[in-house]
């Protein structure tokens, strides 16, 4: 690793496969914490390459425990977070909408390294419980719509480096990864990102896979469709700005959409917003996000159709029974 930090001290950027063999050595524990910790930082001050993240990529995507749900067609619903909003759970509320409409779900999580409830926090608030048993996350794909995987049980080296993130408590390269290592290979992807340029990347790098994706990017700055300002819609297909109104049908003010100060306190406003008793804002985005997410499917006309699908599972309470058959799941599996 000494020549490793060298070599980038000197302004240098790795090429694909040292990258690759970087990350891969992480994850077999051959660095010390101290070493992770210096390498990690050198990308906390300069832009990461587009080698450089197609090696970590190839690293973690060649070590993970994959999932084969049996041909399932699902969607991940994912933010790289690091934007310091503190939001509340919105991506993954938006999951459980989507659920709620019958779309098969497969999302992709963690602990959260920047902000107070990632979404692996949240789901074990929630009594979910983490698991890689292929059999168990088709059950619950098949009967609650949805499946969770807490990414560190599946890629060994997010185990490794966990901690040392946790410790930073700013934005990495890892925060890039998440949303492009998902285990399932979800056939559609709708993934947040947190500046332009990070949208950028992953537009040239989700062009080469087989998959549909849609990157979206809130212009003030957040991984997700906020209705605080307009936001970026990058697909396979092109690229546009759309306005909160057309998303959303309003503005909403930021201080709207806060997530707590705990994760006790981030589980309570998840369950308001799921139970229908959430305020029109928190609605709103977190409606426009799973919009977003049915329309990126191909299986409706426009993003209105999508929406009022969007809101006709939240209002009938098909997107609370998702959850609420999901959670009933862990149950039968410990019994």
């Known amino acids: 690793m000494k020549k490793i930090l060298q070599y980038?001290?000197?302004?240098?950027?790795?090429?694909?496969?040292?990258?690759?063999?970087?990350?891969?050595?992480?994850?077999?524990?051959?660095?010390?914490?101290?070493?992770?910790?210096?390498?990690i930082t050198v990308f906390l001050m300069r832009s990461i390459t587009i080698d450089e993240l197609q090696g970590f990529r190839d690293a973690l995507l060649e070590l993970c425990v994959r999932i084969d749900l049996?041909?399932?067609?699902?969607?991940?619903?994912?933010g790289t977070g690091g934007d310091g909003k503190n939001?509340?759970?919105?991506?993954?509320?938006?999951?459980?909408?989507?659920?709620?409409?019958?779309?098969?779900?497969?999302?992709?999580g963690n602990y959260g390294a920047t902000s107070i409830s990632g979404a692996s926090n949240l789901m074990e608030a929630l009594g979910y419980r983490f698991k890689n048993n292929a059999d168990q996350l088709k059950k619950e794909t098949e009967k609650a719509n949805i499946c969770?995987?807490?990414?560190?049980?599946?890629?060994?080296?997010?185990?490794?480096?966990?901690?040392?993130r946790k410790n930073l408590g700013v934005r990495t390269?890892?925060?890039m990864l998440g949303?492009?290592?998902?285990?399932?290979?979800?056939?559609?992807?709708?993934?947040?990102?947190?500046?332009?340029?990070?949208?950028?990347?992953?537009?040239?790098?989700?062009?080469?896979t087989d998959g549909?994706?849609?990157?979206?990017h809130g212009l003030d700055g957040y991984d997700e469709i906020s209705l605080t300002n307009d936001t970026k819609v990058i697909t396979n297909e092109g690229e546009k700005i759309m306005t909160p109104e057309q998303l959303g049908k309003r503005t909403v003010e930021a201080a709207a959409i806060y997530g707590g100060a705990t994760v006790e306190e981030a589980a309570k406003i998840f369950l308001k917003v799921l139970h229908g008793e959430g305020t029109w804002a928190q609605n709103a985005v977190a409606l426009a996000n799973a919009a977003m997410a049915l329309y990126s499917t191909g299986n409706y006309q426009n993003y209105d159709d999508a929406y009022f699908a969007a809101v006709e599972s939240?209002?009938?309470?098909?997107?609370?029974?998702?959850?609420?058959?999901?959670?009933?799941?862990?149950?039968?599996?410990?019994d």
């Open 8 to 39: 980038l001290f000197e302004h240098k950027t790795l090429p694909r496969e040292m990258a690759k063999e970087v990350l891969v050595n992480i994850s077999k524990n051959v660095y010390n914490e101290s070493e992770i910790a210096a390498f």
């Open 70 to 78: 049996n041909g399932l067609e699902t969607i991940d619903i994912v």
């Open 87 to 108: 939001t509340f759970n919105i991506s993954t509320l938006a999951c459980f909408i989507v659920a709620g409409t019958g779309q098969k779900v497969s999302k992709h």
């Open 148 to 164: 969770f995987l807490h990414a560190p049980l599946f890629h060994p080296a997010l185990k490794t480096v966990g901690p040392i």
């Open 173 to 175: 390269f890892f925060n």
């Open 179 to 208: 949303p492009m290592v998902n285990p399932a290979f979800p056939k559609f992807q709708l993934v947040g990102v947190y500046n332009l340029e990070m949208a950028r990347i992953y537009n040239y790098l989700l062009q080469q």
């Open 212 to 216: 549909s994706f849609t990157i979206i």
């Open 314 to 334: 939240l209002e009938s309470g098909k997107a609370n029974e998702a959850l609420k058959k999901l959670i009933a799941l862990q149950q039968a599996n410990q």
